[in-house]
């Protein structure tokens, strides 16, 4: 039986999709996970054949031995899969060293790391003013070399989802930042990067045998504050059409420098007095609801292509419906014990509404956020304006309220 096996997965988002999609491609779906609570939770993943717990995703010895034990069962394995941070590049080297189709993994172990990425893109005009704080020098030193360019933006490396990204604006959340990321990352650098104001867009790309496909440019639109929290979305971006060209050159120039020939990625960047700059990249798709935005705006489903592009199948990226998508993402601003949710039904009939999807169950300690992970419902809605599919989405996510404990 043809089989593709996963390493890692969310519970919700892209990477719970691709284990359903395939499933519906009539693959047998193996999930190794590490986390405990989903070989638990099993029956809510009625749409994987497989689960194998694996403390240690990254014990290659390990995820051999059970994809021979999986062959010796007669299961063809067509391709292994990460849809997930720190797992792509790894689960592409397995599938190549496996003889299947293979992806540019050095590419996509580059987009892994922050600080590696911002090496290797430095000569080009997206990339911004960086540099990497090792830890050899002072915190002082480093503050009284750096405080003339603040605000400044911290960064872990091997963050994504925007945990351990910070904005600091003084001396004194200089030091308490540089303080914070020594104490919680001892041994990794810090990347401190110039803080860029501006619209931030965010683009999904795929590479096939080198052909550079811009599948969707999306608006964002962050919360104000230290985290960058990214609470709506609006498909498709409104540029004028030498800012798209001036994009597509910029997006062109950056998977060239990264030799990225077979693979996906998304990248967040930053319009800044009409030049373009870069302000994150990973090697996979948007998790979180960007599938479903991307399919109610063109019809393309991302995922399902993504899958096809670790197999070594040709990819089709026809448009099959032109429509405005507007995703709003709730967040709260105090910390409990989650009681109850009230409104997603009501939400969920509105005209135009798509979806409306809460994440948390009754009795998990809600916060405000701190990374991406901390925003608890979407609503997504589209119409034939952009204005009103944003009225839509954020009128029937207003009827969403969470009801806390205080703790």
Known sequence: MQTIVYIGCNKSGTSREALSMSTAMGYYTVLLTNRKEFVKQKEEFNDVHHMVYVENLMDKEMVFTIIRELEANHKQICAVISFIDPFVSYAARISAELGMYEMSMDALAIMEEKTRFREQLKTLPV????????????????INEYKAYLPLVLKSPISNGSKDVLLVETPLEFKAGLDYF?????????????????????????????????????????LTGERFIITGYRFPAALENETFEDLDLAVTSI??????????????????????????????????????IIQEGTGINLVKETIKLFLGEEINLELTQRNHVYAKFLTINSRGRLIKVKGKNRAANYEGV??????????????????????????????????????????????????????
């Not at 001892?186 to 496909?213: M, T």
Request: hydrophobic share 40%; charged share 25%.
């Open 127 to 142: 990339s911004p003013r960086f540099t990497i704080f090792h830890g050899e020098q002072s915190i002082l030193q480093c």
């Open 255 to 292: 998977i060239q420098a990264l030799e990225l020939v077979n693979g996906t990625c998304h990248l967040e960047m930053r319009l800044i007095n009409g030049e373009w700059k870069l302000i994150e990249i990973n090697p996979r798709m948007s998790g979180g609801a960007m599938n479903r």
């Open 354 to 407: 798509k979806e409306v999807f809460v994440k948390p169950r009754k009795g998990a300690i809600l916060t405000k956020p701190y990374s991406l992970g901390d925003r608890y419902a979407y609503v997504i809605a589209s119409a034939k304006t952009p204005e009103q599919a944003k009225k839509i989405a954020l009128s029937a996510s207003n009827e969403i309220k969470f009801y806390l404990e205080p703790l």
């Open 182 to 222: 020594n104490k919680k990352f001892p041994s990794i650098p810090i990347l401190i990067e110039e803080y860029l104001i501006g619209p931030q867009y965010l683009i999904e790309v795929i590479v096939k045998d080198g052909q550079i496909s811009m599948v969707a440019i999306i608006e964002q639109e962050i």
